[in-house]
């Protein structure tokens, strides 16, 4: 008699990490749709969510490498307003804003807040720190190409389950602004402005 061996653990732990990545970053959870034809991005529900303070929740402390190779941790910027910015160099509405993106985080700066990206998908850091070069890019992004940074973000959240999606946090590291999907420079600055400007 020939009996069926049991799947270990580990292995079954590891197929639900990768199961689960799939569906955050193919769009198929509850916030985000996967775009069809050959777009090659994951389009959002095209909300913009703001959340009162009292409402608010913190952000997880993702860290990484960078696409540059240096370290970086969210909590390093607490105090800061910080615009986190999901996207991929093969992202054609990523493309898009990217140049209103720079523009408000150059305007920005002296102003408390700092941009961070986190670039998924892109098997190469390399295609990244072309995207940058070519639309002159200066903040940094993490290094997420799985998605396991996204995942992060605990369930039923305002997570960033869309590409491009953006959520700004508060000073305090909470979220109070999430949008699935691109931003022109007009409606980011509407989302930021009242951020900035709480005490």
């Not at 997420?144 to 700004?168: R, V």
């Amino acid at each position: 008699m020939i009996s069926a061996r049991r799947p270990h653990r580990r292995t079954l732990a590891a197929a639900a990490a990768v199961a689960a990545g799939a569906l955050v970053l193919t769009g198929c959870g509850d916030d985000a749709t996967s775009s069809g034809g050959n777009t090659q991005f994951v389009s959002g529900t095209g909300e913009l969510t703001v959340v009162k303070p009292s409402k608010r929740v913190a952000a997880p402390d993702i860290s990484g490498e960078t696409t540059h190779g240096k370290q970086l941790a969210l909590a390093d910027y607490r105090g800061k307003v910080v615009v986190l910015n999901v996207w991929g160099s093969w992202c054609a509405p990523c493309i898009s804003e990217a140049p209103h993106l720079r523009k408000v985080a150059e305007d920005t700066a002296d102003r408390g807040v700092q941009f961070i990206g986190i670039n998924t998908r892109d098997l190469e850091p390399a295609n990244a720190r072309a995207f940058d070069r070519e639309h002159n890019i200066k903040y940094p992004s993490l290094y997420d190409p799985m998605g396991k940074l996204i995942l992060e973000f605990p369930k039923n959240t305002l997570a960033p389950q869309a590409i491009p999606s953006t959520l700004i946090l508060d000073r305090e590291g909470k979220i109070a602004v999430r949008a699935l999907k691109p931003l022109g420079e007009e409606e980011l600055r509407k989302a930021l402005d009242p951020v900035i400007e709480e005490k």
